[in-house]
Nanobody, 122 residues
Framework: QVQLVESGGGLGQAGGSLRVSCAAS????????LAWFRQAPGKEREFVGF???????YYGVSVKGRFTLSRDNAKNTVYLQMDSLKPEDTAVYHC????????????????WGQGTQVTVSS
C-alpha cells in the first residue's frame, strides 16, 4: 500500500518555473515507478512523465524538454520541475505509483494522490 500526497504548484507566469512534489508513505518506495498525470477542465487526463526507481525518466510530448522529474528515495519523494511554463500547462497535477515499468496510461497506476492545482497566467 502506498499513499501519495502532492504539494507545491500554485500560480506561475508564462515562461516561468514551478515545482511540485509528491511525498509517499509505505514500504519499498524505491521499487515503484512514480508518474505525474495532469487534467485540465473539460479535458482527458494526460500523461506528463514517469521516473523509475533507478532514476530513468520518460516524458510526454507536450512537456519534453521543459519538465524534469527527479526522486529522492531516502526522502520517499518525487519532484516535478516545470520550466518554460505555458498557459496550457494549467491543470490539476496528480502523482501516481505503479509496480509496472514503462506505463504511460493511467490504468497502469494503482496508487494516486489527490492532486495539486497549477495555474499559469499569460
Amino acid at each position: 500500500q502506498v499513499q501519495l500526497v502532492e504539494s507545491g504548484g500554485g500560480l506561475g507566469q508564462a515562461g516561468g518555473s514551478l515545482r511540485v512534489s509528491c511525498a509517499a508513505s509505505g514500504r519499498s518506495f524505491s521499487s515503484y515507478v512514480l508518474a505525474w498525470f495532469r487534467q485540465a477542465p473539460g479535458k482527458e487526463r494526460e500523461f506528463v512523465g514517469f521516473i523509475s526507481g533507478s532514476g530513468d525518466s520518460y516524458y510526454g510530448v507536450s512537456v519534453k524538454g521543459r519538465f524534469t522529474l527527479s526522486r529522492d528515495n531516502a526522502k520517499n519523494t518525487v519532484y516535478l520541475q516545470m520550466d518554460s511554463l505555458k498557459p496550457e500547462d494549467t491543470a490539476v497535477y496528480h502523482c501516481a505509483a505503479s509496480s509496472l515499468v514503462g506505463v504511460r496510461t493511467s490504468v497502469g497506476y494503482s496508487y494516486w494522490g489527490q492532486g495539486t492545482q497549477v495555474t499559469v497566467s499569460s
